[in-house]
């Protein structure tokens, strides 16, 4: 992913088995119902950077308080006049001036390329970072917002999907509604929690909430088999929880004790604003933080999830029931109404065993306590009354990721809306914002960037015959899914009500929920996407073998059909081509061309990859991604980022290569240098250009902190300078000189 996204089309498996790119940036990459029943580790991507999967909306959403305007409540200014949107400046793959022609590219070449926007782009109060895939989705996100306000005011002539998200987002922005009502949306749920009296009925409560989209002590969905990638399977897992990471449970250091006392406050009084008394929310905050560091400890970590062959474990139900009797899988797969199974997948075997010890240890009412914060936690905070949407973000905004502010109300909505109906609003985006033309173009680009990774196997020289050809079988085989799904999503069971922003959120999660449940033991639909059109990221699929481009990250200033072959190539190419070599990084290799997890590979050519992906891996434990005063330095976890950066290498150097063919069919003179609009660039030069400043971001230092315990993916600065150091045709189009920064003595290369 371009920052990575793994899902698959039930529970998440893998940290990086879709690799979205762009998610923290986008309108969010939504949550599917793969997400709402994502693994702790699977889906974090960037969708929702560094807030963990468990934290529902609230971590994922940064709102301010709504404002009134006539028709829907919160989207114009204080006297109730719609607030038009400014104009925003045209953006471009690439543009000279978002330079710092004072650097010196062979030194510092993120610098070079956009140290000019890095100066004038400060982070904004309500974001933890900012950065050019921002300025796309601030794009995308003023396109949605026209589309839902009109969609939202009425009228006879709405579509049925029209009147749908129209009347989602209506709700979201009725703030005085949502308020009036209080807690009181939660209580069906909560007297839920409290009427169980014995253990035996704790599974028809966990079905019950995981209908809701609620996941207690487990998470459970459908995914691709391992071994048989066309059927859908029964798969059980550990759940995500408070915190972003296992290691921040127990970690000794000063800033994590810190951050755990935060985190045990911010539940005291969470606990307290639904109602309980002081002493009691002390006791149950308590509680909740002794469970999940029970739970985490017993969880695997981001890095051991990198590993597939970890994460599939067939076991027969009754020797699942046999080890962890208290959960009856058999009780909470009928009260989920789901398909009868003889087995299902339990992804991580020994924590399931170690919950079993949890469970017997702990008291029914340390149970009951621990279900109710989840309950309360996984509800997005944009259906819930402020004081509780205030105080999520207290921690998970500015403790965690270090933004001062919410987001407003509105893009709060859309992206709410987004996660809900996410293909209907799709539909509309694409109507808006992507051409036919545009698809055609894309298509074009992808196709030469996998014919030079064709050619790319055949050169090299450190591969065998044999595995050279499974390689080309597999690339033969991809899927490429560009813009939008060919069948849109059927919403017509699922009611968007005007008036009920807590039910419209749970009743989506329970549609996303039986859809999901409905494929357990069906043949897989290879046409389905994990992302909405809007979404400004891309992923790769192992199990389906498709690398996807939502029509969201097709805008400028990602991908500019009115610029050279050259920055395109640079910018998009680059993306295209990173999604592509995901089917042949350190986790993608390990499946076939159909996704099933099988081992392909010659040993001796598996021993060369191994030695050359450990280059990689001690380059960039190098890095150092955050050095604050008082502090030692953090640095990249080359081994967690490793696919990302695998990707990242081979991903420009395809598209490099594409480049030359496509220059030397169009005759394109590649040492002249361009007019004054590609600032005096030779065509390579600006090539490379455009990737640059396809990543110039800033990052608060509290976010990049969390970003090395959990995201697979490098600082920007490392993006671009880690991959470009690698390439011998950089530094001839740049001349530099043996020695400088940029040119390293030793270079990694894989592909």
């Known amino acids: 992913m371009k920052h990575s996204l793994k899902t698959h089309s039930g529970i998440s498996l893998t940290q990086t088995a879709m690799a979205a790119e762009k998610g923290h940036a986008a309108p969010r990459s939504r949550r599917t119902g793969a997400q709402r029943l994502l693994l702790g580790a699977g889906l974090l991507g960037i969708a929702a950077m560094g807030l963990p999967a468990g934290a529902g909306g609230w971590g994922v959403v940064r709102a301010q308080s709504a404002v009134q ?10 006297n109730g006049s719609p607030k038009p949107a400014p104009a925003a400046p045209a953006l471009h ?3 000279p001036a978002l330079r710092d ?3 010196d590219p062979c030194t510092d070449f993120y610098q070079y390329a956009c140290g000019g926007w890095l100066k004038a782009h400060p982070i904004p109060a309500d974001r933890a970072a900012y950065g050019r895939d921002t300025e796309t989705t601030d794009q995308n996100e003023q396109v949605l917002r026209t589309i839902l ?12 999907n029209q009147q749908r998200i129209g009347d989602a987002y209506a709700a979201c922005m009725d703030t005085d509604a949502i308020n009036a009502l209080g807690t009181k949306p939660l209580a069906e749920l909560l007297a839920a929690v409290d009427a169980v009296k014995q253990r035996d009925q704790l599974p028809a409560l966990l079905a019950q909430l995981h209908t809701k989209g609620v996941s207690g002590f487990f998470q459970f969905g459908s995914q691709q088999d391992f071994r048989n990638a066309t059927q859908q399977i029964a798969t059980i897992a550990q759940p995500a929880l408070g915190l972003p990471e296992k290691g921040y449970y127990d970690r000794t250091d000063g800033k994590s004790a810190e951050l755990r006392t935060q985190y045990v406050e911010h539940v005291r009084r969470t606990f307290v604003l639904m109602g309980e008394p002081e002493s009691q929310a002390t006791v149950d905050a308590g509680v909740v933080l002794r469970m999940e560091t029970k739970l985490a400890a017993a969880s695997l970590s981001r890095l051991e999830m990198r590993d597939p062959t970890k994460l599939y474990h067939r076991t027969p139900l009754v020797q699942f029931d046999a080890n962890s009797p208290e959960l009856r899988m058999g009780t909470f797969l009928e009260a989920m109404h789901a398909p009868a199974v ?6 991580e075997p020994v924590y399931f065993l170690e919950l079993h010890d949890s469970l017997e240890a702990a008291s029914l009412e340390d149970i009951k306590t621990f279900l109710r914060w989840v309950v309360v936690r996984s509800v997005p905070g944009t259906a819930l009354p402020q004081p509780l949407d205030d105080e999520a973000f207290a921690f998970y905004g500015k403790v965690l990721s270090g933004v001062p502010e919410q987001e407003p109300r509105w893009k709060r909505c859309a992206e709410r809306v987004d996660s809900e109906v996410g293909e209907a609003l799709g539909e509309e985006y694409v109507k808006a914002k992507f051409s036919p033309e545009d698809k055609a173009r894309t298509g074009e680009l992808t196709r030469a ?3 030079a990774a064709e050619h790319d196997i055949d050169a ?4 065998s015959a044999a595995t050279k050809t499974e390689a080309k079988r597999k690339l033969h085989l991809v899927t490429n899914h560009i813009g939008y799904p060919d069948t849109w999503r059927d919403y017509s069971s699922l009611a968007m009500v005007r008036t009920d922003a807590f039910g419209n959120a749970l009743r989506a999660n329970a549609f996303d929920v039986a859809r999901d449940v409905r494929k357990i033991g069906r043949p897989v639909d290879r046409g389905e996407w994990e992302m909405t059109p809007p979404t400004v990221n891309a992923y790769y699929n192992p199990q389906m073998n498709s690398i996807n481009f939502p029509a969201g990250i097709l805008q400028p200033p990602q991908f500019d059909p009115s610029q050279d072959d050259a920055v395109n190539y640079g910018a998009a190419g680059g993306t295209i081509g990173h999604e592509l070599t995901h089917g042949f990084d350190d986790e993608g290799r390990q499946f076939d061309g159909q996704g099933n997890l099988r081992d392909w590979w010659r040993k001796d ?3 060369q990859f191994a030695e050359r992906a450990e280059c990689v891996v001690n380059e960039y434990d190098g890095f150092v991604a955050v050095a604050e005063p008082g502090t030692p330095e953090l640095h990249v976890n080359g081994k967690l980022t490793l696919g990302e950066n695998l990707a990242d290498l081979a991903g420009l150097r395809l598209a490099y290569l594409a480049y030359m063919d496509k220059a030397k069919e169009a005759g394109v003179s590649l040492l002249t240098p361009g007019d004054a609009s590609y600032g005096g660039l030779t065509p390579v030069q600006q090539f490379f250009a455009a990737y640059g400043q396809s990543w110039c971001e800033s990052t608060r230092p509290e976010s990049m902190r969390e970003r090395t315990e959990v995201d697979p993916h490098a600082p920007e600065k490392y993006r671009v300078n880690g991959v470009v150091e690698n390439m011998p045709a950089f530094a001839e189009a740049f001349q530099c000189k043996a020695g400088a920064a940029m040119v390293p003595v030793k270079r990694c290369a894989i592909w």
């Open 605 to 607: 050519d598996a021993k």
């Open 93 to 95: 793959d690439f543009d």
């Open 342 to 347: 003889q087995s299902l997948n339990v992804q």
């Open 460 to 463: 090299l020289a450190w591969m």
């Open 449 to 451: 960037i996998e014919t």
């Open 69 to 78: 305007t006539a028709g829907v409540k919160g989207t114009g200014d204080q």
């Open 149 to 160: 306000e009109k969609a939202a005011s009425g009228g006879a002539a709405r579509t049925a």
């Open 101 to 103: 022609t004072t650097a």
